[in-house]
DNA sequence: TGCGACTTCCCATCATACGGGAAGTTTCCG
DNA sequence: CGGAAACTTCCCGTATGATGGGAAGTCGCA
């Protein structure tokens, strides 16, 4: 199969400003290719709207006429498409209901949710957002922030829900450090008195956690004994998608 | 400023992926470039991730790597995120749910939703795909096209949803010539029983209709009363989100 | 003022993109 | 079933156009 050189170079050097905005220079340098060449590729990929350059400065970002383009890709093909088989499978495997969520600022938004057919369920969390320290997505995202940032989060005022959310910025602390070792979060009558819930990250292309899956339901039925279960359950799939997002 | 030709064709290629899975000819035909550079071209836009091939069939379109690269754009600037915000406000202010489509090849696609908080809602649209003679939006796009691309649309077997729904094209090519003049489509019980839709255009760049934003609910509460009310609320958001567009 | 790092532009060179066409495949009709 | 039409894939000779070194210009800094 043959392959232009000069586009597989365009779509590195749009791959290197994925990392942010760039020179000329710095983008030659990572992609390896002389000053004036990238320099060439630079040129055409803003003219045709895939680039663009900062205001006056000379730093190059990724243009507006890439996202133009991906909203012509084939829909069944976006996050919670790719997801949804995967979230499914998931909630059968697991008989209970499965959320995708993804972090913004200091909260998370559910997205998706599939349910196994189960008598007793609880309401649908999709499209609300929720204080990240109270659900169990939420949690595995401040474990993946630095600790200045997660100094910034526990220094606001934490909401409370119920007896049981934990808004103390130490006890939340040693909760966070235990997720870290584990890659995975409980939670258990925080949100709602009734509620259990555990996840697993997602994690983008850049390492940066985005959002997460998570198994959820009455608390009850969340037994000591399902517990090992849960969790790999949970990990496996959120490795799947993971695999997908990478 | 020196501009690389092959880098060019490659994009003008993946613009023309937009409108759809085209087969190789198709699109040769489409960019007006000798099969074989095409072949080439779109070998390489496959192989770096920027169109793949449907399962086995000769059909290429828009891949995965493409979305890959929009997410690296600033978030605050992809389509959905920009027009969120207007989406709310829109939601807000109508009372009743807010949906963003775009339209793909003979389907009206919706990719976002914001709705206000009433008790009687519809159900969640998101990542279906409906026919655009029976959808609001749809209506509008069709309203924005050719003669030749509408008589093609029409001269198909129209699907039926309720016994409202406008099947007969000399029917249906009337009322387009309507929404032409008024630039605004409203739908009353024709996908379901009991839901009514009015929709503005989204309009690219390029002066294509991409897609639209609609308000939608319940029939019982689209009372004529609040149709100019509406009407002008769903224009002026229109508007504001072509004018992010532009 | 001079140095270093950077961007832009030019131009000779030849690698490489190009496109016609042959060969193979599928589709469509009569 | 047969044969034409339309399409995809592959090959290869040609010359176009991509390439990269380097000069010239710019900016910031000491």
């Known amino acids: ?11 590195t050097i749009l791959e ?12 030659a340098r990572q992609v390896q290719l002389p000053i004036s060449t990238a320099s060439r590729l630079l040129a055409t990929l803003e003219h045709v ?16 006429g890439i996202v133009t383009m991906a909203t012509g890709v084939d829909a069944s093909r976006s996050l919670t498409a790719l997801a949804r088989e995967e979230l499914r499978a998931l909630a059968v495997q697991s008989g209970e209901a499965v959320g995708l969520s993804v972090t913004s600022g200091y909260t998370v938004h559910f ?22 320290h109270l659900v169990a997505p939420g949690l595995v995202a401040l474990a993946s922030w ?5 100094d910034n989060y526990l220094g606001r005022e934490l909401e409370s829900r119920t007896p ?5 910025p130490t006890a939340l602390r040693a909760r966070i450090e235990k997720i870290r070792e584990t890659g995975l979060a409980w939670t258990c009558d925080e949100l709602e008195i009734g509620i259990s819930s555990l996840s697993s990250p997602l994690i983008a292309r850049t390492g ?15 037994p000591g004994s399902r517990a090992k279960d849960f969790e790999k359950m949970v990990r496996s799939s959120a490795e799947r998608i993971n695999q997908i997002l990478a």
């Open 111 to 132: 997205i998706a949710e599939e349910r196994a057919d189960v008598a007793v369920q609880l309401r649908d969390w999709v499209d609300t957002r929720l204080p990240m």
């Open 164 to 168: 049981n959310s934990m808004t103390d």
């Open 1 to 11: 199969m043959a392959v232009v050189q000069s586009v597989t170079r365009a779509f």
């Open 146 to 150: 630095s600790d200045d940032a997660l």
């Open 208 to 222: 940066e956690v985005v959002g997460g899956i998570n198994i959820h339901g009455p608390t009850f039925r969340f």
């Open 49 to 64: 709207g895939a680039a663009e350059r900062l205001d006056n400065a000379n730093l190059y970002r990724i243009g507006t």
């Open 16 to 27: 290197a400003l994925r990392g942010g905005p760039a020179s000329l220079s710095e983008i």
